[in-house]
């Protein structure tokens, strides 16, 4: 499966934004889903994902409450609504796709689209 992100841009503390994930190759069903994202000078770090067994969404400490994954079968596309973004949201996000493994380790991830840049001002 190949994977595309796109929706990221300039944006001010408290706004929104949403993510997509554009998957092809596959039917993205076919993979539970995950957004990670990397800020300048530091690791790479995990977001947002579905449980492969179960369908049901985990996500990170400091997005639970304002971001939500969720995932358009029909389109193919896995999304990340963000809400209430804060500067420290700023980063690099990834979407990626998974077989098997824990949905927390990017070493579960056997695919990975090309990052979308996301700049929250204060």
């Known amino acids: 499966v190949q994977l595309q992100a796109s929706g990221g841009g300039l944006v001010q503390a408290g706004g929104s934004l949403r993510l997509s994930c554009a998957a092809s190759?596959?039917?993205?069903?076919?993979?539970?889903t995950g957004w990670f994202r990397q800020a300048p000078g530091k690791e790479r770090e995990f977001v947002a994902a579905?449980?492969?067994?179960?369908?049901?969404?985990f996500y990170a400490d400091s997005v639970k409450g304002r971001f939500t994954i969720s995932r358009d079968d029909a389109k193919n596309t896995v999304y990340l609504q963000m809400n209430s973004l804060k500067p420290e949201d700023t980063a690099v996000y990834f979407c990626?796709?998974?077989?098997?493994?824990?949905?927390?380790?990017?070493?579960?991830?056997?695919?990975w689209g090309q990052g979308t840049l996301v700049t929250v001002s204060s």
């Open positions: 190759g596959r039917a993205v069903s076919s993979y539970a």
């Open positions: 990626a796709a998974r077989v098997s493994g824990s949905l927390y380790s990017m070493n579960s991830y056997h695919y």
């Open positions: 579905f449980s492969r067994v179960t369908g049901n969404t």
